[in-house]
Nanobody
Framework: QVQVVESGGGLVQAGGSLRLSCAAS????????MGWYRQAPGKQRELVAQ???????TYADSLKGRFTISRANAKNTVYLQMNTLKPEDTAVYYC???????????????WGQGTQVTVSS
């Protein structure tokens, strides 16, 4: 199986920056894509950004220009640099990994437990 662990959340003032990290671990797997989703209180979970192994990125339209996703393939790690943060960015941020398990070449999707990002006004 594959597990992901997030880090880097916290409390920041509006206009500040944070960088989230997410590392995938396990045995006999390959990562196809990793990404970040977020869920604010009372709202549905939404895509923030995703990056494929080949480097193709997808962003929520509203976040383009402020958030940047990057990856270190050799480390199965993905980063989310968040700049010019706003109070409405406050949410739990979840890492998502889409992998292939070499045992049987099965698709496998996993989620992290989430990391809280709070932006104060």
């Amino acid at each position: 199986q594959v597990q992901v662990v997030e880090s880097g959340g916290g409390l920041v003032q509006a206009g500040g920056s944070l960088r989230l990290s997410c590392a995938a671990s396990g045995s006999s797997f390959s990562i196809n894509a990793m990404g970040w989703y977020r869920q604010a209180p009372g709202k549905q979970r939404e895509l923030v950004a995703q990056i494929t192994r080949g480097g193709i990125t997808t962003y929520a339209d509203s976040l383009k220009g402020r958030f940047t996703i990057s990856r270190a393939n050799a480390k199965n790690t993905v980063y989310l640099q968040m700049n010019t943060l706003k109070p409405e960015d406050t949410a739990v941020y979840y890492c998502n990994a889409k992998a292939v398990l070499h045992d049987g070449m099965r698709d496998y999707t996993t989620w992290g437990q989430g990391t809280q990002v709070t932006v104060s006004s």
